[in-house]
């Protein structure tokens, strides 16, 4: 017979599924931020403006002058699985140009906080209001506003004690926004990307477009001098370039969270680049120091997998011992270059 001691199996009901799909994609403040900027980007905008209370627990508000929505895209954009980014998987395999593609971020986010998007289209009459309880859409309304769309999230995890126990003290989310908006402001030099926590300002960047004053913007002029530039387009390598800025090898700090890399514009965690740029200094940086770098790889999206894991942070290279030796070759024949390093012993 079946009767035995082994534990039942149930089929979870759609509000726990959806909570816990959710749970995948906004696991702090931080990821909130991350899919609001990148969406803002992906809408072309050229000033993004993040504000944050209470390191993001409280509030955070992303605004942007992008492309904006009309009224059924606002409506349909807060829905499941909604994209205007990506058909089907063809479009996905083809590789996608936009930071999104998942159709899934303004919906997690709204199925755990509470979340108001004020849009309006370019050359659109009037703007909409959309507002977002727990997943269950409140209000559709007229609203006046400029071009663009601002989005806003309050009472994060209002709605999953067990979640919003296990966000750290304020400071330590406040920081782990900073580091997101800084990422993005670092890879689009040509947006105005502004950040504030509690109504301070904490850096805007100016938008005209060069990587050297955006470093300037986010992390001052001393760090920003120090810098010298790694430009490698016709490598022998997998990857069709390497550009960027790296700092002297005593402009350093203790955590390696400054060596920001990025794939095809994705600001991304991506380990072996980050230990292929440490790995360029030839043992020259003080122990346990890391210097500062802002490192582009421009990649085939055929040899790239973006859609490792819902936040879209890790990325997977098809031939990851040939992007570590290129990078490293790269940015170690810039800092040789300008003379940052010496150059090591001749090896055997
Ligand atoms: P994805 O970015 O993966 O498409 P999202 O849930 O983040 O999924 O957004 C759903 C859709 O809402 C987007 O495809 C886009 O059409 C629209 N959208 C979201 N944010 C903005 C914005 N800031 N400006 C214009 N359109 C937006
Ligand atoms: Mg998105």
Redesign the pocket.
């Known amino acids: 017979t079946d009767e035995d001691d082994s534990p039942a199996i149930r089929e979870l009901d759609a509000t726990t599924v959806e909570r816990i799909a959710a749970g995948e994609v906004v696991e702090r403040p931080a990821s909130v931020v991350k ?1 609001l900027v ?2 803002a980007i ?1 809408a072309d905008a050229s000033r993004v403006r993040v504000a944050v209370e209470n390191g993001g627990i409280d509030g955070i508000r992303v605004e942007d002058d992008g492309h904006g929505m009309g009224e059924s895209a606002a409506r349909r954009a807060v829905e499941k699985h909604t994209t205007s980014k990506i058909r089907d998987i063809d479009d996905l395999e083809a590789g996608v140009s936009t ?2 593609f998942r159709g899934e ?2 919906y997690a986010i709204a199925a755990v906080s509470r979340l108001t998007v004020t849009t309006k289209p370019h050359g659109g009459a009037r703007g909409t209001e959309v507002r977002v309880e727990g997943g269950e859409t409140t209000h559709v309304g007229p609203a006046g506003c400029p071009e663009g769309t601002t989005v806003v999230v309050e009472d994060l995890f209002y709605n999953v004690p067990a979640r919003r126990k296990y966000l750290k003290q304020p400071t330590t989310e406040a920081d782990h926004v900073q580091r997101v908006v800084t990422g993005y402001a670092l890879a689009n030099p040509d947006v105005a990307v502004t950040f504030e926590t509690d109504g301070r300002e904490r850096f805007a960047t100016t938008g005209r477009g060069d990587l050297r004053s955006a470093v300037m913007s986010v992390y001052g002029r001393e760090v920003a001098s120090s810098m010298t530039s790694v430009d490698a387009d016709a490598p022998d390598g997998p990857l069709a370039g390497v550009s960027g800025l790296v700092s002297h090898p005593e402009t350093t700090r203790a955590s390696p969270e400054y060596v920001a890399t990025f794939v095809d514009g994705r600001w991304v965690t991506a380990r072996a680049v980050r230990e292929a740029v440490v790995g360029a200094y030839g043992g020259q940086l003080a122990p346990d120091r890391y210097p500062f770098a802002v490192v582009f790889l421009d990649v085939d999206p055929a040899t790239v997998d973006v859609n490792v894991h819902p936040r879209k942070l890790e990325v997977r290279f098809e031939d990851e011992q040939g992007v570590r030796a290129q990078v490293e070759t790269s940015v170690e024949r810039s800092l040789l270059d300008a003379g940052l390093i010496r150059s090591r012993a001749p090896r055997g």
Do not use: R, V
């Open positions: 899919e990148e969406n992906d930071l999104g971020a303004l």
